[in-house]
């Protein structure tokens, strides 16, 4: 069992489809992330949130927008995506700024852009 | 140069082999280090932290070099449960920015 919740697990969008995507963790951490995963690839880091505010942005296309409405809740609004944006999108979450905290994962959702 | 650099593999080793994983980081100030493991179609989950001094969980056994800057992996007596994706993670400057290596992809043979 995963202590970070993602939904929904598997996604599929057309091009011209609004979505989003949902993350939420109660283990007080104050750092959410979203990663980014293709086949055969490491995470790669797409923004960080730390105490509710955006903190770091990996010059990420605007039709990605992330959103931490409170200290437990992670969203990533999607718009006008393309089919290579098809990949597992990770959220994870760990206390801010400490040494030897680790990141804590969802399971991820499966994205599929038609 | 990256960030965070792994030797992508792949590591086909028999059961019982021993098999060490290296990754380097290029900020000499960086203080966090792990390690994941994952599974195929699978989040990465921690595998362990790694400290100053090094630290053994059962049959891994993790280390630091600071003067050279990598960290490393050992896995000893592998089993074939053992096979997955490796991803040594650093946080470069100490303020949230968690990145990954390659990964190492590892297949234990019977």
């Known amino acids: 069992d995963t202590e970070v919740t993602q939904t929904p697990k598997h996604l599929v969008m057309g091009m011209t489809n609004k979505k989003s995507l949902k993350c939420e963790q109660h283990?007080?951490?104050?750092?959410m992330y979203w990663y980014k995963q293709k086949a055969k690839k490491p995470p790669e880091l797409m923004f960080v949130y730390s105490y509710e505010k955006l903190s770091i942005n990996e010059s990420v296309p605007s039709r990605f927008s992330p959103e931490c409405p409170n200290s437990s809740l992670l969203n990533l609004h999607l718009h006008a995506l393309q089919p290579e944006d098809s990949a597992l999108y990770l959220c994870?979450?760990?206390?801010?700024?400490?040494?030897?905290?680790?990141?804590?994962f969802g399971n991820g959702t499966r994205l599929t852009v038609t | 140069r990256k960030e965070v650099e792994q030797d992508p593999g792949p590591f086909n080793v028999p059961e019982g082999a021993t098999v060490a994983f290296n990754c380097t980081y290029s900020n000499s100030a960086s203080q966090s280090f792990f390690w994941y493991r994952q599974d195929c179609r699978k989040e990465p989950k921690l595998l362990m932290s790694?400290?100053?001094s090094g630290n053994e969980d059962g049959r891994f056994t993790a280390q630091l070099n600071r003067a050279s800057q990598y960290i490393s992996l050992l896995i000893r007596d592998s089993k074939l449960s053992d096979s997955a994706t490796y991803l040594c993670?650093?946080?470069?400057?100490?303020?949230?920015?968690?990145?990954f290596g390659a990964g190492t992809r590892l297949t234990v043979k019977p």
């Open positions: 283990m007080g951490h104050r750092a």
């Open positions: 993670v650093v946080n470069p400057n100490n303020n949230n920015d968690m990145r």
């Open positions: 994870a979450s760990t206390h801010p700024a400490a040494i030897n905290s680790p990141l804590h």
């Open positions: 790694v400290y100053s």
